[in-house]
């Protein structure tokens, strides 16, 4: 079996100045070849005796390792690196700590082996001529010259160093105390503001030491009294002595057994109080100097955590009593706080520890319990309860859904522990709702699929959903559908508003991140129509909401949704709200015409449905072009529907559009981009006359001359918006016994290469169905060059296509390579 002396936890300190766990195992010393020197080895126990390595660190010779409270060793690796082994047993650190001074040849009654800092040479030669320093007599008379002492050491580690060994050699500390207690009695202000300087001096001196003399139980009052008589005072001493002795009492809940442990808790609020309240605020450079402040309150806690974890008896008694009815409700407003505060200690221990830790609590009951506490009347036992319950949802939500879901099989929905809670949300007596907004973060918490997990036998997600929807759901918005069942809000205060507006925005999460949950209750529940109901709120904040959840439906642009909101003719009341807010230019009239335009340009249902019953309401709003947009796009949309064989050949155009993207060019494009510009000039793109009609090869104009004339003015109009950017020359050539021109293309001042892609295999010279071999076609169409492919490209197809065009000029292309 392993040897429990060398069991340690490895700890490393963060930007924070906050100590974090990096694991537990068992630590050595040994040779390591790749470090070349005596290392210290620390194996998790969790993987055996060939288990990971948590820590290999090289004892450097001229590091300063720090002894802390019988079984801690600190040490700084580099710069901002701190590390700490903190031992079970006090025997393991007393041999890891020889190992090391053997190696540093230090003598292992030392607390330290190094000093923290190098000083200059100069300071080196003077404090190498004296090898200790020398202290005052500990008298009245010569408190003035201790303090000058002890704060003309401060500046410099190494004197800092000497002064900490005089003042713990000497027992120097109790002399002081016994100084403080003559001054206190002689009233002698002089001494006791030399003692407060000299006292503030030692906690600066930052050493573990003489911390554990003045926080012991008979030193750390009179210590606590040292500070009170600061001198920036004018003479009038804080009473902190009364306030810990006659204000703070201690009080045991449950009787603690340990007197270690109940001596471990006074002491640490105490020190605790000491470093909040006594202490003045230190500068950047004294904070640093307390680093060693900070790690005794912090491993004192964790103590305290892990021994009354262990301590099963005690804990048994606590839930015992937290769920027994005979309890008096202040004997229970006591053990809520208790188990808040232990809760609260509990934040100090790293993940591993902290899961175990709510695995203990939640073994012994404490969701029951808290079940029974939030029933209560007393509203500080149910905040603290509220407390607790964020504890534990935040740290491990699927631990709390799946009490919830057990406990829906044998209990009614009105007492199920997550409708109590949105009753506590609900019936909120704060007129800020701070408890509220409490509640209602954990239960977005709960909701969240993001953190809920699926296993091969179950998904968490689907049951808890399922369950949330059935049996959770309609106490939700049950305030929302009480307040919504008239054109108006029938309450509009503004607690109420604030409320709808918390349950608005739990809605809009579960819009965005459930799918058929949501989607079915909002259907058959026909709830988006009594949230537009709000958007006639006098609060502009709570109509807002009610925007924002219609907003996020239409986003999905799921037609489900989007044939609800035709049936129902659910824009009527946002059109109302944007007419009755007028010309004013704030936020409701920007939230309602973003939601418009984003209709315009992704979702074509709800277009058409706007226009056709909205658009005498909206026609006259002229100061955005967003309502005329709609109008056009429905004409577009219409236009489409009415000519088919229009739309057939404007999706032919628009597959061939070329984009300009990272895929590589083919032989026959490369050759292209390689040729000089003497070869491209054998090389012709032919166009029509912008006059002409496209007809047949075999002649006679047929069908394909009403389809193709729109055609041909939108690649004109197309390839003219280009005309700035691109140089082309014209010729002409005969064709058919007419004049057509005939343009070569140069680049001028550009060398980026466009992938060009070849027209359709009908319009192509010599290809089958173009007319005779040999013969020139009538007609070619080119395509446009597009840069990019703007998502609004189609919109602009569409204007284009079937109107008139405006332009005379002949149309410009790119001159495409023709196929041999």
């Known amino acids: 079996m392993t040897d429990t002396r060398r069991r340690v936890k490895v700890y490393t300190l963060n930007e924070d ?135 003309s050491s401060l500046p410099s580690p190494l004197r800092r160093e000497k002064l900490a060994l005089a003042v713990e050699n000497e027992g120097y500390i109790r002399k002081l105390l016994e100084l403080f207690r003559q001054c206190e009695d002689l009233e002698n202000a002089d001494g006791l503001h030399h003692l407060y300087e000299i006292v503030k001096g030692i906690f600066l001196l930052n050493r573990t030491a003489l911390f554990e003399v003045m926080f012991s139980e008979e030193c750390i009052m009179d210590v606590i009294g040292c500070l009170e008589h600061d001198p920036a005072l004018d003479g009038l001493p804080r009473r902190h002595r009364d306030f810990l002795t006659k204000t703070a009492r201690f009080k045991e809940v449950i009787p603690i057994g340990d007197p ?120 500080q036992v149910r905040g603290a309860a509220t407390d607790i319950f964020s504890y534990l949802v935040e740290y491990n939500p699927s631990m709390v859904r799946e009490f919830i879901m057990q406990e829906s099989q044998q209990n009614d929905d009105d007492i199920l522990l997550i409708n109590l809670i949105i009753e506590h949300m609900i019936c909120d007596s704060d007129p800020e709702l701070g408890g509220a907004v409490q509640l209602m973060g954990l239960l977005r918490t709960l909701v969240d699929p993001e953190n809920m997990m699926a296993t091969a036998n179950k998904t968490e997600k689907t049951e808890f959903l399922s369950f949330f929807y059935k049996h959770c759901m309609h106490v939700l918005s049950a305030p929302l559908l009480a307040n919504t069942t008239d054109d108006k809000p029938s309450r509009d205060d503004f607690q109420t508003s604030q409320l709808l507006a918390l349950i608005l925005e739990l809605l809009t999460f579960c819009v965005e991140h459930h799918t058929y949950h949501i989607k079915n209750y909002i259907i058959n529940k026909d709830i988006l129509r009594r949230v537009l109901v709000l958007t006639a709120s006098q609060h502009a904040f709570l109509a807002l909401c009610a925007l924002r959840f219609m907003r996020r439906i239409i986003g999905l642009k799921d037609e489900f949704y989007n044939r609800y909101i035709m049936k129902n003719f659910l824009f009527e009341p946002v059109v109302k709200a944007f007419l009755n807010n007028g010309a004013r230019y704030n936020l409701m009239n920007s939230a309602i015409i973003e939601m418009f335009e984003y209709v315009r340009v992704d979702v074509k249902s709800l277009t058409a449905h706007i226009v056709e019953n909205y658009w005498k309401s909206l026609e006259d709003v002229d100061y955005v072009q967003t309502f005329k947009g709609l109008k056009l796009r429905y004409e577009q949309q219409k236009e489409r529907q009415d000519n088919p064989k229009l739309d057939s050949m404007r999706s032919i155009l628009r597959n061939h559009r070329f984009r300009r993207d990272a895929r590589t060019l083919d032989d026959d494009e490369e050759m292209w981009f390689n040729a000089d510009e003497e070869e491209l000039e054998d090389c012709e793109a032919v166009v029509p006359p912008s006059d002409n009609k496209i007809t047949k090869a075999s002649g006679g104009a047929g069908e394909n001359e009403d389809l193709m004339d729109p055609i041909s003015k939108f690649m004109e109009r197309k390839k003219l918006k280009d005309s700035d950017d691109k140089e082309v020359l014209g010729k002409s050539s005969s064709l058919s016994g007419r004049q057509s021109p005939s343009f070569k293309l140069s680049f001028s001042g550009s060398t980026t290469k466009t992938s060009l892609s070849s027209p359709p295999a009908s319009l192509r010279p010599g290809s089958p169905g173009s007319g005779a071999k040999g013969s020139p076609p009538t007609a070619a169409a080119v395509t446009k060059v597009g840069l990019v492919d703007y998502p609004d490209d189609d919109e602009e197809d569409e204007e284009e296509v079937g109107g008139e065009s405006k332009e005379e000029t002949p149309p410009l292309s790119k001159k495409s390579k023709l196929s041999s």
């Open 17 to 151: 100045r906050q100590w974090d766990d990096r694991g537990t195992g068992h630590v050595s010393s040994g040779y390591v070849e790749r470090l070349k020197g005596m290392s210290l080895l620390v194996r998790a126990e969790s993987d055996g005796e060939s288990g990971s390595l948590l820590l290999e660190s090289k004892i450097n010779p001229n590091t300063a390792y720090q002894k802390q409270q019988d079984t801690l060793i600190v040490w700084s690796e580099a710069e901002n690196y701190d590390l700490a082994l903190s031992f079970q047993e006090k025997a393991g650190c007393d041999e890891i700590w020889e190992k090391i001074c053997q190696v540093q040849g230090k003598d292992p009654s030392v607390d330290i082996t190094q000093e923290l800092v190098d000083e200059s040479e100069e300071e080196r030669f003077d404090d190498m001529s004296s090898p200790g320093l020398e202290l005052p007599p500990c008298e009245l008379g010569h408190l003035e010259e201790l303090a000058e002492l002890v704060a």
């Open 260 to 379: 270690e442990l109940r001596a471990k808790i006074h002491q640490t609020y105490r020190v605790q109080y000491i470093q909040d309240m006594v202490l003045p605020t230190p500068s950047v450079f004294e904070e640093n100097m307390l680093s060693t402040l900070h790690s005794f309150i912090f491993f004192n806690k964790v103590e305290i955590v892990g021994m009354l974890q262990d301590d099963e008896k005690f804990l048994t008694d606590l839930f015992a009593q937290l769920t027994d009815e005979a309890t008096d409700d202040d004997k229970r407003h006591e053990l809520v706080n208790f188990l808040k505060e232990f809760c609260a200690f509990s934040q100090t221990l790293q993940p591993q520890n902290r899961d175990t830790f709510f695995k203990t609590l939640s073994n012994m009951g404490i969701l029951p319990a808290l079940e029974v506490i939030l029933g209560m009347d007393d509203v």
